[in-house]
């Protein structure tokens, strides 16, 4: 019986994403064009007028700005709104977010989404879990930083600082290794940041308060949609959550909230994934077994100052 459903359930998806993908939003891609104008627009107009709006005005719109960037990219790894890989990345590669290269988060992230190794340490290089080894290997002060990035209070105010230190890390290593494909990210991402940075100087905005006070607090609300994304399960279908958060997030994020309707169906542009979840609600709640929350302020309610158990991985050896 549960094998009927669960091929009824496909079936239904299929025919309701069809209807969908032959509607005309999803064939023009209208909304993501429509979003990279008013990121880019956003972005660009907020830092060139900032003296006319203000200091603060400006930092908060920046943050919202740059935040959104950063989903805009995780949609365009995903094939929106084109279906060629170099003109999505063309719209990603500049630095708005100051970390990252696109390239390489593009790569560690499709590689997260390998069904099976979802939250396996080592093999999900997004995973936050570590091998028994790895754990072992920590520090005592290594492991107190972790128990609190793993409070909602730490996801917010030490995680970015871990990644930033963790990918600075890998960008030392690529080169100090000579991985050439790599530096090759990472000179052309210096190169395009040292140009926002120049252009900032002549708009009288400062890059360094642009780093400590935009990019890293839009890197911190990114970390609220990661906290307990993932969790540790035998069956891969209840390892995403699904996040039933308000409008304000579910704009931010590009609805990556109902992140197990993105995982079953990477492909799915962001603004199909509520309506594909909205339809088959009771199915997904059923098949990642209840790991349903009603909003961010559950979790920050409830590990505002209590760590989660995301340690160890419960399988590694």
Request: aromatic content about 16%; glycine content about 6%; hydrophobic content about 45%.
């Amino acid at each position: 019986m549960g094998n009927r459903h669960s091929l009824y359930l496909h079936e239904q998806q299929r025919n309701h994403i069809r209807e969908l993908a032959a509607g005309f939003l999803w064939r023009s891609e209208l909304p993501t064009w429509l979003l990279i104008l008013a990121i880019y627009g956003g972005w660009f107009a907020t830092l060139a007028y900032w003296q006319t709006l203000g200091l603060l005005p400006a930092t908060l719109l920046l943050i919202w700005f740059t935040a959104w960037y950063m989903s805009l990219q995780h949609e365009l790894i995903h094939g929106h709104p084109t279906r060629v890989a170099w003109l999505n990345q063309l719209f990603g590669t500049l630095p708005l977010a100051v970390w990252y290269p696109y390239g390489l988060y593009r790569d560690s992230h499709l590689a997260h989404h390998r069904h099976d190794h979802l939250t396996v340490p080592v093999d999900d290089p997004e995973s936050y879990y570590f091998t028994r080894e790895s754990w072992a290997r920590l520090s005592r002060w290594h492991k107190r930083a972790i128990h609190a990035r793993n409070t909602f209070a730490g996801r917010l105010l030490l995680a970015p600082l871990l990644d930033i230190m963790q990918t600075l890390g890998g960008a030392a290593a690529a080169f100090r290794h000579l991985r050439w494909r790599a530096m090759g990210m990472w000179l052309m991402h210096g190169i395009l940041l040292a140009a926002l940075f120049a252009w900032m100087v002549r708009v009288g905005f400062s890059p360094v308060w642009f780093v400590l006070a935009v990019s890293y607090p839009a890197l911190a609300l990114t970390k609220v949609r990661s906290f307990l994304e993932h969790r540790a399960a035998d069956d891969p279908l209840a390892r995403s959550v699904i996040n039933e958060a308000g409008p304000f997030w579910r704009v931010l994020f590009l609805n990556l909230n109902y992140h197990s309707v993105h995982h079953d169906l990477p492909g799915v542009p962001w603004y199909g994934l509520k309506a594909v979840y909205l339809q088959n609600r009771e199915a997904y709640q059923r098949r990642n077994h209840g790991f349903v929350v009603k909003g961010y302020g559950e979790w920050l309610r409830r590990f505002w100052s209590r760590a989660v158990d995301v340690t160890v991985h419960p399988g590694s050896k």
